[in-house]
C-alpha cells in the first residue's frame, strides 16, 4: 500500500467514519441522558431506533404519507411510546424497590415486546429503506467520496447535537433533567417532579432516536434485528464515560471513524468486533471513559 | 418451612427424573437435559452476579469456551467426557480468573460492559476461528465416551447430565453455606465494609469470576454429552441474558431461585421456539409483569436495604453515605 493509497483511505475513512459517527452519538446521548436521569443502561435503544425507523416506513410505503407529515407524526410516536413505558412500566418497578437489574430487565423486555410487535406488521419480511429526501448526487471533499445525503446525516445530527446543548444549558426543563442526574433527592426538595423529569428524559430519547432513525433508514436497509446498533451506541456512550453527553458525541464519532478505518485498513470481517476492543482497550487504561468523571468507590 | 419445601422439592425432583425415562420421549429427554445445563448455566451466574454482586456479563462466552473444548477433546483424543468437563471448567475457569483479574478495576456498569464487550468479542472469535470452531458452518461434535461406552443419544447421556448436574448443585448450596460463600455476600453488601473486616475483596472477587466462569465451562462440557452440534450464533448476548433473566426472575442471590428460574425459562423459552414474533413478545410482557409485580423474583434471597443508594458518581458522597443505617 503506497503512501497516496493511505492518505486516500485515511480522507475516506475520517469523512464516513464522521456520517456513521454522528449516527452513534446521538444514539450514544440518547442512552446517556437515559442513564443520568434513571441510572438505567436502556437495552431497548437500538429497538427504539429500530421502530422509529419501521413507523416511517409504515406511514410511507403502507398509509402513502407525505413527508413532511410523516417525520413529525414518527417523532411524537416514538416519544410517546417511551415516554409511556417510563410513566407506566419504570415508574411501577421503582416504586416496587426495583434496583438497576430489574429496571435493565424491564427494557429487556421492552425491546423484545417492540421487537416481537414490528415483526407481526410483517413489514419486517425483508430489508427495507425509506425513499431519500434529496437526490443521491456525489460530493467530493478533498479525494473522498461522499454523497449529499451523507451530509445533510451529518449537519442534521450536528444541529440536533447544537439543540440538545441549548436544552441543556438555557431551558428551564432541561436544567431540571440535569439536576436530577446530578442529585434526584436535591433536585426533588427544590421542586423538580421526579416522575415528570425522568418521562420528559424518556420521551427526549425517544426523539433523539426517532431523528436517527429517519436519517440513517434512507441509507442503509433495515429489518427488526437492526437494533443491535446500539450496541455501537453503548460502545460510545462507554468510550466517552457513560455519563457524559459531550463524551457520548466525540466517542460515537471516535466509533465510526475507527469502525471504518478498520474497514478500510484490515478487512470488513474485523469491523464487528472493532467497537468491542474499542471498549476493552478504553476500560482497562481508563475505566471511567474518556470525559467521565472519577470513579467513585461506594461509601459505608 | 423453607427447608421443607427444599426437602419436597428434591424428593419430588429425584422421583421424577428416575421415572422420567421410563415415561417420556427422546424429545422430551432432550429438553431436560437442556434444563439441566440451564441449571449449571444459572448457578454460576448465581456465584458471580447473586452472591457476590459483580455484573458479569459474559456467561455465554464461557459456556462456548466449554462447549468447543470439550467437544475437541471428544473429537480429537476420544477422551472420557468426565475428563473433557473437567478440563473444560480448568480452561474456563483460567481464562475467568485472567478476566476477572482484569475487571475487577471496574465496577457497576462499567464492569457489566466491559464483559460484555469480552462476550461479543469471543462470539466473534468462535464465528471467525474457522480452523478450530468451523466458524459459521456450526461444529460437530462427536458423540461423548464413558469407559468405552458411547453416549450416542440423549437418553443414554441422560443419567450422567443429572447426576453431574446434581453434584454441581449440591456444590453451589455448599459453597453458599461455607465461609467463601459468606465473603463473596460481604463484598457483595460492601467492598469496603467487607474489606475493613479482613476479607480481601480482589481475592474474593477474582474467585468468584473464577467460580462462575468454571461453572459455565463445566455446562458446556456437559452439553457436548447429549448434543452433538453447536452453533456461535446460540452462543451470543442473548443467552447470557435468558441465564440472567433466570436468576432475576427466580429471586437474586437465592439457590432455589436460580434452579426455579432456569426450570421455567428454559422451558418457556424452548416452548415458544416455534413463532418468533410471538416469542418476543410474550417472552417481553413476561420480563416487564415480573418486574413490575415481582421485581424481587420468586424466592428473594437478598434483603434490600430500604433505600438502595444511588451509584451514579455524581450524586454527592455525603447523602448516599447518610441513607445507611
Known amino acids: ?300 | 418451612m423453607k427447608t421443607n419445601f427444599d426437602l419436597w422439592a428434591l424428593v419430588l425432583a429425584a422421583v421424577a427424573l428416575i421415572a422420567l425415562p421410563f415415561l417420556a420421549s427422546g424429545y422430551v429427554i432432550y429438553i431436560v437435559n437442556l434444563l439441566m445445563i440451564y441449571i449449571v448455566l444459572a448457578l454460576g451466574l448465581h456465584i458471580v452476579i447473586g452472591e457476590t454482586g459483580q455484573f458479569a456479563l459474559a456467561h455465554a462466552a464461557f459456556y462456548g469456551i466449554g462447549i468447543y473444548v470439550a467437544g475437541i477433546l471428544n473429537n480429537t483424543l476420544h477422551l472420557n467426557f468426565v475428563i473433557s468437563i473437567i478440563v473444560a471448567g480448568i480452561v474456563t475457569a483460567a481464562i475467568g480468573y485472567i478476566l476477572g483479574a482484569l475487571a475487577i478495576r471496574m465496577r457497576d456498569i462499567y464492569l457489566a460492559l466491559s464483559t460484555f464487550a469480552f462476550g461479543e468479542a469471543m462470539q466473534w472469535v468462535f464465528l471467525n476461528w474457522t480452523d478450530v470452531t468451523n466458524g459459521s458452518n456450526g461444529y460437530q461434535i462427536s458423540p461423548a465416551q464413558f469407559f468405552g461406552f458411547q453416549l450416542t443419544s440423549d437418553l443414554r447421556a441422560y443419567p450422567f447430565v443429572v447426576i453431574c448436574a446434581a453434584l454441581l448443585l449440591a456444590l453451589a448450596v455448599w459453597l453458599s453455606r461455607s465461609q467463601l460463600g459468606s465473603a463473596f455476600r460481604a463484598v457483595r453488601e460492601s467492598d469496603v465494609a467487607a474489606q475493613a473486616m479482613g476479607v480481601n475483596a480482589n481475592v474474593i472477587k477474582r474467585v468468584a469470576f473464577m467460580l462462575s466462569a468454571a461453572y459455565a465451562g463445566m455446562a458446556g462440557g456437559l452439553y457436548t454429552t447429549f448434543s452433538s452440534f453447536i452453533h456461535p450464533e446460540s452462543l451470543g448476548f442473548w443467552t447470557t441474558i435468558l441465564i440472567l433473566i433466570m436468576i432475576v426472575v427466580g429471586g437474586i442471590g437465592s439457590v432455589r431461585g436460580a434452579v426455579v428460574g432456569a426450570l421455567i425459562f428454559g422451558l418457556i423459552s424452548e416452548l415458544l421456539r416455534q413463532v418468533l414474533s410471538f416469542q418476543e413478545i410474550i417472552y417481553g410482557l413476561i420480563l416487564i409483569g415480573f418486574m413490575m409485580f415481582a421485581p424481587r423474583g420468586l424466592f428473594s434471597g437478598q434483603r434490600r436495604r430500604p433505600n438502595p443508594p444511588r451509584r451514579d458518581a455524581s450524586a454527592s458522597g455525603p447523602t448516599t453515605a447518610k441513607e445507611q443505617p
Not at chain 1, 431497548?44 to 417525520?71: P, S
Open chain 1, 1 to 300: 500500500m503506497s503512501f497516496a493509497d493511505i492518505w486516500l483511505f485515511l480522507q475516506q475513512g475520517v469523512l464516513s467514519g464522521l456520517v456513521t459517527g454522528s449516527i452513534y452519538a446521538l444514539l450514544a446521548v440518547a442512552v446517556v441522558i437515559v442513564f443520568k436521569a434513571t441510572d438505567v443502561p436502556n437495552f431497548a435503544q437500538g429497538e427504539i431506533f429500530m421502530v422509529g425507523g419501521y413507523v416511517a416506513l409504515f406511514l410511507i410505503l403502507v398509509l402513502n404519507w407525505h413527508y413532511a407529515l410523516v417525520i413529525p407524526a414518527t417523532l411524537l410516536m416514538v416519544a410517546v411510546i417511551c415516554a409511556f413505558f417510563q410513566r407506566v412500566v419504570m415508574e411501577r418497578v421503582i416504586r416496587a424497590k426495583g434496583v438497576e437489574v430489574q429496571l435493565v430487565i424491564a427494557t429487556l423486555g421492552l425491546s423484545y415486546v417492540l421487537k416481537g410487535a414490528v415483526r407481526q406488521t410483517g413489514l419486517g419480511d425483508a430489508p427495507r429503506s425509506l425513499p431519500s429526501l434529496i437526490q443521491p448526487d456525489t460530493v467530493i471533499i478533498g479525494q473522498a467520496v461522499l454523497t449529499r445525503l451523507d451530509l445533510m446525516i451529518l449537519f442534521t445530527a450536528l444541529a440536533v447535537m447544537a439543540g440538545l446543548y441549548f436544552l441543556f444549558n438555557h431551558t428551564r426543563i432541561g436544567k431540571a433533567m440535569r439536576a436530577v442526574g446530578m442529585n434526584p433527592k436535591a433536585a426533588q426538595i427544590v421542586g423538580v417532579s421526579l416522575v415528570r423529569i425522568r418521562m420528559a428524559v424518556w420521551a427526549l430519547a425517544g426523539l433523539i432516536s426517532a431523528i436517527s432513525a429517519i436519517l440513517i433508514t434512507p441509507k442503509i436497509l433495515i429489518t427488526p434485528d437492526i437494533g443491535h446498533i446500539a450496541i455501537l451506541a453503548f460502545a460510545a456512550a462507554i468510550v466517552g464515560g457513560i455519563t457524559s453527553i459531550p463524551g457520548a458525541i466525540v466517542g460515537g464519532f471516535i466509533i465510526g471513524i475507527a469502525e471504518n478505518l478498520v474497514g478500510l485498513f484490515v478487512s470488513t470481517n474485523a469491523i464487528v468486533v472493532a467497537p468491542f476492543l474499542a471498549i476493552l482497550i478504553v476500560l482497562i487504561v481508563r475505566p471511567q471513559g474518556i470525559l467521565g468523571g472519577k470513579v467513585q468507590v461506594k461509601k459505608v
